[in-house]
């Protein structure tokens, strides 16, 4: 089967109701927490993506047994450190940033030397975001340039830290948590905002973590070495999955969708804000807590006279992976939109901020770029006719998911490229666009 697709019909009018693939974020964190915990923890819905399903592999090499019954996952845990670590353990973290450093955390007093390894893209992202705190507990890790492979090698002798985390990365955050739950004492992170579904989820199992939010500052305490017992959970579905259906729908004159059980904790629906911002009106109904995490439907309506937005940075972190899918918004606003201090984009499975503008200015957008901050002039009248091809090098599943929703609001005939890449995130993305009558070849 040839890992492209054709798309070269605009989505005609479509009034649904449907649900997206379940929380990546949440599904990593649920398998390394039940890892850790006592007894068997049954999680449902879980996203059955590659970034989850490697998660599933790294902790059966490290001794964790699993099995699917239905559409539960039954994992059984030992407790904190204890991983049963072979000799010359090799990790594939494949493309998930996520799974990569968060496991790291989990490492630290591993008996045997770890080797961790990724894909193109993973091998490409600087690690030295989370080997620096790591070296402060006292872990031992060899990495060349703060790239993968890292080899981690655990100590029996860790201390506590208190850490100042200045980039607002939930990864590097979770990694020190996940590190700080095996490490005696109290561990303090001062944090700037990120998502925070790990606090969560250890608030939920009620792990000893206490959370201050000060300003733009979360000071988190976590007591190390407190055992604590299986869980049941069930994994919402993911806001940045939903993203592109979002849009898909706003740029589609005199359609609507509900996307039902989806994941819209405060510190991820940045999307929303920004869009409704642009007089998206997107409305979240039913909101309804869940295991510690807020729930809704999200509805939605097409709009044919959207304005530009200036985005505040202050809401970069919680819109983080969905930028590439708001720049087609402002592409077709009333305006110049402008988005400030986004050099986090780049630090991505690919270069997002760069891609990102370079996709704008294919399909006919002026762009003005200064460092990190971009300047989007919309043309509400954008209609597209000529032939495009995306090639995607380092299959950025967010760029092929773009590209997609693109095609089907804007016209034009398109090769897009890396359809396997939808894989890592949300593989029944086609499927799901195909429900709603995308033609896609
Ligand atoms: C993630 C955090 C974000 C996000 C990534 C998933 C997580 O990365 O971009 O897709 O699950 O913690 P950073 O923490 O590096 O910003």
Redesign the pocket.
Known sequence: MPDHIFINKKIRCFNKKIQVGSD???S??SILLASQSIGISKISNLLESEDVLNTLKAIKKLGINYIKKKNVYHIQGFGLNSFKIKKNTIINAGNS??LA??ILGLLVKSKFKVKLIGDKSLSKRDFS?VIEPLRLFGANIKSKKNLLPIEILGTDFLRPITYNEN????????CIIFCALNTPGKTIINSKI??N??ELMLKFLKYPIIVNQKQKVDKISVQGLHQFNAFEYNVPGDI?SAAFFIVLTLLSKKSQIIIENVNVNKSRIGIIKILNKMGAGIQLKDKRNYNGELIANISVKGKNNLKAVNCPSKLN?AA??EFLIIFLVAAKARGVSKFKDLG?MN???SKRLDLGVKFLRLIGIKVERFKNNINIHGNPNLVLSSNFEIKNFLKDHRIFFLSCIAALTLGGNWKINDTKSANT?FPKFLKTLRLIGAKIN
């Not at 980039?167 to 979770?174: C, D, H, L, P």
């Open positions: 990546k974020s949440i990593i964190r940033g996520t450093r968060l975001r980039i607002g990365s939930a990864q590097v955050k979770s990120s998502r579904h790990t940045s972190s983080i992976d986090e630090k991505k499975e995130s």
